[in-house]
């Protein structure tokens, strides 16, 4: 047997290994429908939540589906919309309080937690893509594609009783959707790469670099500092993600990412860590960011077999580790890990009088070298399948980065040992 050979049966054994430990990241939820699940949200916790899309009515059309959950996923509640159109996209600035928009122009809002839901008056019949009241007060914006050429965004100062209409880019732009971090910091995005950013609640703007002709859908910025932030799209070769650290004032910095097929939304709980979700050529994706921008690296976290095309992400507040996504099927997902699979630590001989630190690897296999999390600073050392040190060194609580050749290894922190496979 060659060596090429040899090194890849230890890989594929070892694949064969971690797929029958079967420890998933994100767990699926029992959402009680079939819907097609565009946008998910929760306001001020992770209990009460909303989820929106579309679904058939009782004469076989389309209608508006809204789903609401009070104890974290749990159980769900379908509530009546009286949409005609598809939602698809949902924001509440408490838990009684929400707005959802979709096709046709279509937008409701509740001011008692979805148990009536009435429209508001935006105007025209564009395809709504986002809303948001990054605030949590009275302005709120529209992402909007237009049905004819334009670059626009909807805004309401006065709690959606009335929405404007604002001209952003120029004449030959075509928006898709926009984003807010706060009242005055946001983005309008869309086709050939258009990124036009604002610091005054778009009463004025300036073109934002990309360097990118993809068609760009969405952006998010941070929950807890709205100057960082990521917007997604896609072009000829699959998804596109770009970050900015300063609001978008300067060049949106490319990142390396996972290979996905197509991107739909992003969201973005804090500063350190950002969740793109989509389509990996056919089957649900959910990225994670594992490094602070500009060197922001992409992996794939791990969901449910059978998950379908992922349209919405949510993680609460700046709650990093409790998330929640949707897509089709009326499929909704959550983690309590960051979307991390937990390897968990295997004990040799008894444990000593100290507490244990527990280590999860990001992504497996994964590309180049081990990116792994440590819920404590600890000293850590690596394995080959052969049982020979590779490496031994610090880590620091948080995501640490191993750069390894391809192989099969063991991490060992303490008496907690995580199995990991590298591919080139």
Known sequence: MSVVCRRNAVVIGSLLLLCSLGFGAWEKLNSGSIAQLNGIHFPSGTMIGYAVGSEVDSLGGQAGAVLKTTDGGTSWMAQTSHASASLNSVYFIDDNTGYAVGDGGTAIKTTDGGANWGPMTVGGTDQFNYVGFPGRGQTGFIG????????????????????????????????????????????????????????DGF????????????????????????????????????????????????????????????????????????????????????????????????????????????????????????????????????TTNQGIPWIPGVAEGKAPMVTRSGIRVVTNPSRLGITLHSDADVRISVFDAAGRVVMSQAAAKGTNFLPLPTGAYFVKAGTSTARAVVTD
Request: some cysteine; proline content about 5%.
């Open 144 to 199: 909007a594609h237009p049905r004819t050429q334009a670059a626009k965004v909807y805004k309401t100062t006065n709690g959606g009783a009335a929405w404007s209409s604002v001209s952003v880019g120029g004449a030959m732009n075509w928006t898709n959707s926009c984003a807010a971090g706060s009242d005055l910091i946001g983005v309008g995005l869309g086709i050939g790469g258009f990124v036009w950013g604002t610091s």
């Open 203 to 334: 009463g004025s703007g300036w073109y934002g670099g990309a360097y990118t002709i993809a068609n760009l859908v969405a952006a998010a910025f941070g929950h807890d500092d709205p100057n960082n932030g990521f917007l997604v799209g896609n072009d000829s070769l699959g998804g596109v993600i770009r970050s900015t650290l300063d609001a978008g004032v300067s060049i949106w910095d490319s990142c390396r990412s996972y290979k996905v097929s197509t991107l739909y939304g992003v969201d973005m709980p804090t500063a350190d860590f950002a969740y793109p979700c989509g389509d990996s050529f056919g089957k649900g994706m959910i990225l994670v960011c594992v490094k602070r921008p500009p060197q922001a690296d992409f992996f794939a976290t791990t969901l449910p077999a059978g998950a379908p095309v992922i349209k919405g992400i949510c993680f609460p507040g700046t709650q990093k580790d409790t998330g929640y996504a949707c897509g089709g099927g009326g499929w909704i997902v959550k």
